[in-house]
């Protein structure tokens, strides 16, 4: 079989954050593969893409999870049909801290030679390094910290870690990861990257102390997205 599997990533706010290649790929497969379509149908739409879209089961494909759903039964039938599809998340890159390894790792394994292509685009964490003025030689992705198991653990970790920690973060739990970091990491240099490519794109440093007194004040800004990154410097 010569059909190929692509993963693209899409923009993670500004709608003009595509590559050419991604609209041309996104135009000619088959069937785009889809966390939610509503969302990418938004995407499809501004660049006048008519194909077929199908959600994928983030839900019950959890990394770990080896459940074989309808839904996977039928992507697995079109692969095996020859289809090109094409795998996109609601934002950025599919399967960073989003859903789709599992559902890679099946077509990778159900049929090995079939090509599982990168189609590279934004993701929120890159975005965010990029425009931090940290030292980003080296650092720890930590996607989306624990809720309760190991978070303290993590924060601990933390503050003794030599190394650019980056991770993502919820407006319901960014003040409380400030305080946190305030326990744990009060001497680091904590970069804030919220709304990246969006109208109301912020970028808020300093300390833990200083960071938290910002969104302590200024509680309107306590919502969007969030990239948190915590530096040794
Ligand atoms: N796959 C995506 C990527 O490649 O960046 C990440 C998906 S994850 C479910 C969503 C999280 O990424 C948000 O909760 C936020 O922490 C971060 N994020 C996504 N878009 C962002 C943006 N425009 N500005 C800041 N953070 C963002």
């Known amino acids: 079989m010569s ?15 595509i590559t050419y290649r991604a609209v041309r790929i996104l135009g000619e497969v088959d069937l785009v593969l889809c966390e939610d379509t509503r969302v990418t149908k ?25 459940k074989i759903n309808s839904k996977v039964e039928y992507i ?18 599919p399967t960073i801290s989003d859903p789709g390894s599992v559902l890679v790792a099946k077509i990778k394994e159900t049929f090995p030679e079939v090509e599982v292509i990168a189609v590279p685009g934004p993701s929120a964490v890159i975005s965010a390094l990029s425009i931090s003025g940290l030292n980003t030689a080296e650092f720890t992705f930590l996607g989306f910290l624990p809720h309760k198991k190991g978070r303290e653990t993590l924060f601990k970790e933390i503050g003794a ?14 003040i409380k990861t400030l305080e946190s970091l305030l326990k744990f990491a009060p001497n680091k240099k904590v970069v804030i990257a919220r709304e990246l490519t969006k109208v109301f794109e ?13 969104f302590t004040v200024n509680s309107d800004k306590v919502r969007g997205e969030f990239v948190v990154l915590v530096s040794p410097e």
């Open 76 to 93: 697995l039938k079109m692969v095996g049909e020859g289809k090109n599809l094409a795998l996109v998340s609601d934002a950025g890159t």
């Open 3 to 17: 059909n190929k599997f692509y993963v693209v990533g899409t923009p993670i706010g500004n709608l003009e954050d």
């Open 161 to 174: 870690s030599e190394r650019l920690a980056v991770f993502y973060e919820s407006p319901h739990r960014i």
């Open 42 to 66: 938004n995407l499809l739409n501004k660049y006048d893409i008519k194909t077929t879209t199908f959600s994928y089961p983030s839900d019950n494909l959890k990394p770990g999870a080896d």
């Open 202 to 214: 912020q970028i808020v440093h300093g300390t833990p102390a200083e960071v938290l007194q910002y």
